[in-house]
């Protein structure tokens, strides 16, 4: 038997905008929202909602009503629900009419798609919660399931997503965390049998993710009927094969015109024709089958990258100073009382700030350049130190503040500068 689990990531940041030296102390207004930028963040979202989103809803719709085997499920970022709320409400009503169909489930995440795992557990429970009481604004459903930022998993966040009440997590199945075991079957965090995961066929999923368009590939063209062959052929071998991938595969990263929204709408009626093939969401996975064995993460496993690792988000010293960075501002942030200060840096937290940072550029290049707002990490570096020492001002005054003998000089230092260009 083989039972497909499709989960979808579904996240947008609040990209920032090339904050300089001289906007310290004046500029508080620190995100992507000039009009005339192509990264422009209402814009970038719109193009994705249109191009992917929309139409990618709007397909699944079908199937759901065609299919009633059919399910899927979807981890949608706090910070893109927010976003999508203020620029694009319909991708909201688009999202609502397929929970709406109870055969979509909606997992959970940090708020802010962050990294506060690595440093901070209480602000990493504190977006979980936020995230939830999102989740059960929008769609009137409680999170079952836990899905990290990108996949991000090692045995002491298990720890703590089990101790908020989650019935378990989905993971990558990297070659060294299986080793020698398959990732078709249900496993358990180390233990804790009680706590199940589900690891991503990353193969299986990048197929459709990552290769669907490449004509150099020898089995392009990928047809949905080709698909169901290699479906076919796990029966026997497992129970679940869990194909993982970001939703904007469905339209941006694979354009329309390749065909892929064609293959998304005939693929469950393939998979469908073996009969021993089904669709489940994480939860009925947990639920249907027993786990096989303890999965051991001393160290982090991520989906990202050829790696799989946290070298996408650590790998260079600029990416470890920001990092130290934003994590020193905490204790005076939440001291500060002052709540735009605690959701602007919250918003710092988002790993895309840390991803265009990386200089890993070779055959991970065009993946970490994907909306990209700099031209180099290093700019990317500056914008983001430079916010981060803006927001460090805000916080020390808090609420009501008179502006600090720091912001004066910069504001005269600035004026002095433009006089001088002029």
């Not at 976003?83 to 909606?106: C, H, K, M, N």
């Not at 709408?265 to 021993?276: T, W």
């Not at 020492?389 to 912001?407: F, I």
Request: net charge negative; aromatic share 14%.
């Amino acid at each position: 038997m083989s039972a497909i689990c499709f989960y979808f990531q579904v996240h947008q940041p609040r990209r920032i905008k090339r904050y300089q030296f001289f906007d310290i102390g004046t500029d508080h207004e620190y995100f992507n929202d000039s009009a005339e930028l192509d990264t422009n963040n209402a814009r970038v979202l719109r193009k994705v909602a249109n191009k992917s989103y929309l139409p990618a809803n709007a397909v699944l719709l079908e199937n759901l009503r065609y299919h009633p085997e059919f399910k899927v499920a979807f981890s949608i970022s706090g910070i893109a629900l927010e976003q999508f709320e203020e620029y694009a409400p319909e991708v909201i009503e688009s999202f609502q009419r397929l929970v709406d169909t109870g055969r979509v489930e909606i997992l959970s995440e940090t708020y802010y798609h962050s990294l506060s795992f690595l440093k901070s557990p209480e602000e990493f429970r504190e977006q979980v919660q936020m995230h939830a009481k999102k989740v059960k604004e929008l769609f009137g459903v409680k999170p079952a399931v836990f899905r990290n930022t990108e996949l991000i998993y090692r045995n002491d966040i298990a720890e703590m997503v089990a101790d908020m009440g989650y019935l378990g997590m989905l993971a990558e199945g990297a070659d060294h965390l299986l080793d020698w075991r398959k990732p078709t079957f249900v496993y358990h965090a180390k233990n804790d049998p009680t706590f199940k995961l589900l690891l991503k066929h990353y193969k299986l999923s990048d197929d459709i993710a990552f290769r669907f368009s490449n004509k150099s590939w020898e089995e392009w063209p990928l047809t949905a009927g080709k698909f169901a062959k290699w479906v076919d052929a796990h029966n026997g071998d497992g129970h679940v094969i869990n194909l993982f991938m970001d939703y904007e595969t469905f339209g941006e990263h694979q354009w329309e015109d390749t065909g892929i929204f064609n293959f998304l709408r005939a693929m469950p009626a393939e998979v469908l024709k073996h009969p021993d093939n089904s669709f489940v969401t994480p939860t009925e996975a947990f639920s249907t089958y027993g786990s096989v064995g303890e999965i051991d993460a001393p160290n982090y496993v991520s989906w990202a990258d050829m790696e799989r690792d946290l070298s996408a988000w650590m790998s260079n010293s600029i990416q470890h100073d920001a990092l130290r960075a934003f994590f020193e501002l905490e204790s005076l942030v939440k001291k500060s009382g002052d709540p735009s200060v605690l959701r602007d840096w919250r918003r710092l937290s988002t790993s895309d700030h840390f991803y265009y940072m990386c200089t890993k550029w070779f055959q991970d290049g065009d993946v970490h350049a994907y909306f990209n707002p700099y031209e180099s990490p290093y700019e990317a570096f500056i914008a983001y130190m430079n916010v981060l020492n803006d927001l460090r001002l805000r916080a020390h005054t808090g609420p009501g503040r008179k502006r600090s003998v720091w912001e004066t000089v910069s504001h005269k230092a600035r004026g002095v500068l433009q006089a001088i260009k002029s």
